[in-house]
């Protein structure tokens, strides 16, 4: 669905060159830390930047000779930006409908309900949270084939977190093969929605794994001097050293297990494999 | 393009009370002042030049990234803002015409044929005005763009002011200068036509500079 070989994007020190892929009826994570490389991937996928190198394909198509009809297939939400605040959820209805063919008057005005969104205030009068609603809400109601959503979740709480997520779920559950690409700060959000997460650092992508597979095989195996010394390092991907000792993140949580009983193995969460990850050495 | 459309006449609904404004106070004018063709230029250029509002509407808040990653291609965008200021101008322009007309004849001060006489020399001239600011709007951004459309008008009179100039000092009979003693000699409707082929050329030309500037433009 979705295919970027090493996009290059040059900005004065930093150097954007990641590769991916976008797998029909995928949901997939991009993760990493604020300056790391997050929204300008999202922004050369959607040609809002000119890139200085490498593909990046969508429906099997270069996204710079992307047409109108192209685009109707996308969702997006973008963190930094949105519908002018200007203008209210009653003007924006009918410039959807005449953007979008397929966009579904009946089924967004029941989302905008739901979540409670007023119908004739500026969107420049909403509260973060309501920005938040209303971005997503747009992006799943006409039908596109991927959703492309960077921060979606940011400034919501908890409750409306777990409304929008459910959104996205009711989304991919709708329609065979349709995807989604999301960035978050909040890690929690992506274990429980992602299939696959890529995790890009300094412009790289420095971690690609299913979902399941990081929860069930990545840990963090905590170990003194003296233990580390001894520990078989050839599945430890980053040591980093602790007041008590090393704290070590393995691919091969079942292997330390069964060789190293005595030792404190904990399953890693995204949030620590990130720290480790970024923090650690090799 | 009709979805944008609508979006810049949604903005502008928005702004229904500037519009009553100068709506009013171009009727009060027409009512005082002796030249009522006056209200027309007036009008069109508030009018047409909400385009450039719109513009710095679209910018605003980094409005352009999530507006470019709807189904909208940069061309099509340029497009629309001419578009949008062409039916604006047009719009405003027709409403000023008929005030100017009928408090002129109603006042007796103006006849109508010498209304509309001055309304069709306002329109290319409007038209020319778009071609040159909407350019250095989406070049220059919101702030500095009106800056810069400023200056360029103010260069092109400091020009035409100085080659008179100095055609006057070395008295020679510029071939412009030429054009207009002979004007008199044409054909108005002639006139009227060339001005309004040359304003669309303008115009046409303008939009392409704009497509090139918005296809280099990163949000």
């Known amino acids: 669905m979705l295919k970027i070989e090493h996009l290059v994007k040059r900005y004065g020190d930093f150097t954007l060159d990641c590769s991916m892929e976008i797998k029909p009826g995928c949901i997939t994570g991009l993760v990493g830390q604020n300056g790391a490389g997050k929204s300008t991937t999202f922004k050369a996928i959607l040609g809002l930047i000119h890139r200085d190198g490498g593909k990046v394909e969508l429906f099997g198509k270069d996204v710079e000779k992307f047409s109108v009809k192209d685009k109707q297939k996308l969702g997006v939400v973008l963190s930094d930006s949105g519908f002018s605040g200007y203008l209210d959820i009653h003007d924006i209805i009918p410039v959807l409908t005449n953007l979008y063919d397929t966009f579904d008057r009946d089924f967004f005005m029941k989302q905008v309900q739901r979540f409670g969104l007023p119908i004739n205030k500026k969107i420049k009068e909403f509260s973060t949270g309501m920005k938040a609603k209303l971005k997503v809400i747009a992006a799943v109601s006409h039908q596109s084939e991927l959703l492309i959503l960077d921060e979606p979740t940011v400034g919501l709480d908890v409750i409306a977190r777990d409304e929008l997520l459910e959104l996205l779920r009711e989304y991919m559950e709708a329609k065979e093969k349709r995807s989604i690409l999301i960035s978050s700060h909040i890690s929690g959000d992506l274990e429980s929605l992602c299939d696959e997460l890529y995790m890009i650092h300094d412009g790289k992508m420095i971690l690609h794994e299913d979902t399941d597979v990081l929860l069930s095989d990545y840990a963090v195996i905590k170990v003194s001097s003296s233990q580390y010394a001894e520990l078989d390092k050839q599945y430890i991907l980053r040591h980093k050293k602790e007041s008590f000792g090393y704290s070590c993140l393995t691919n091969q949580r079942g292997y330390y297990l069964e060789n190293y009983p005595g030792a404190v193995i904990e399953k890693a969460a995204v949030d620590e494999l990130i720290t480790m990850m970024i923090r650690g050495d090799v | ?219």
């Open chain 2, 1 to 219: 393009m009709k979805g944008l459309l609508i979006k810049d006449m949604k903005l502008m609904l928005n702004q229904k009370r500037f519009f009553v404004t100068i709506g009013f106070i171009a009727v009060m004018m027409a009512a005082v002042v002796k030249d009522t063709s006056f209200i027309i230029s007036y009008m069109t250029v508030l009018g047409a030049m909400f385009t450039i509002s719109t513009i710095s509407y679209d910018e605003f808040d980094n409005g352009n990234a999530f507006l470019f990653s709807l189904p909208v291609t940069r061309a099509r965008y340029v497009l629309e803002k001419y578009g949008f200021g062409v039916i604006i101008g047009i719009s405003c322009w027709l409403f000023s015409v008929l005030v100017a007309a009928a408090i002129g004849e109603m006042r007796k001060i103006m006849p109508v044929r010498d209304t509309l006489l001055i309304a069709v020399e306002v329109l290319p001239v409007i038209l020319i005005l778009l071609a040159v600011i909407i350019p250095f709007q989406l070049k220059f951004g919101a702030e500095k763009g009106r800056i810069v459309s400023v200056a360029a008008i103010g260069a092109v009179v400091v020009v035409f002011i100085f080659t008179e100039k100095a055609a006057e000092i070395l008295n020679i009979d510029l071939e412009l200068a030429a054009l207009i003693d002979h004007a008199a000699e044409w054909n108005w409707g002639m006139i009227a036509a060339a001005a309004m082929a040359l304003a669309l050329v303008l115009l046409l030309l303008s939009a392409k500079i704009s497509i090139r500037i918005m296809e280099k433009k990163e949000f």
